[in-house]
């Protein structure tokens, strides 16, 4: 379980299988703030099925991708978000180019 402490402004969500965790996701406002699968895990559909929990859920319509993932840039843009944007760095001011997209 991630404590609420180390994530204080998000709302985390994780996905399960036979009580056995698989992924988790989180969300601030309106915007998915980090979307995780576990290896062994991928393409079975959990991503989608706990991407549109989140978004059912807290209507999120905003994600932050980086750009050297191209694999997270179409899972995205297969639901539905569109590029509106770029950054040559990150949040934290690091060199990792980030892809803004939107609902």
Do not use: W
Not at 53 to 59: C, F, Q, R, S, V
Not at 66 to 82: C, D, S, T, V
């Amino acid at each position: 379980m991630i404590p609420e402490q180390y994530f204080p402004h998000l709302q985390v969500y994780i996905i399960s299988e036979n009580n056995d965790p698989k992924g988790f996701g989180a969300v601030s406002e309106d915007t998915l703030e980090m979307l995780f699968v576990h290896n062994d895990a991928r393409g079975n559909g959990l991503g989608k099925i706990l991407y549109q929990y989140l978004h059912d859920k807290t209507g999120c319509t905003k994600v932050d991708v980086n750009e050297q993932n191209p694999q997270a840039i179409g899972f995205y843009e297969k639901m539905g978000f569109r590029k509106t944007g770029r950054s040559d760095k990150d949040g934290s001011g690091k060199d990792y180019p980030l892809i803004h997209m939107s609902l």
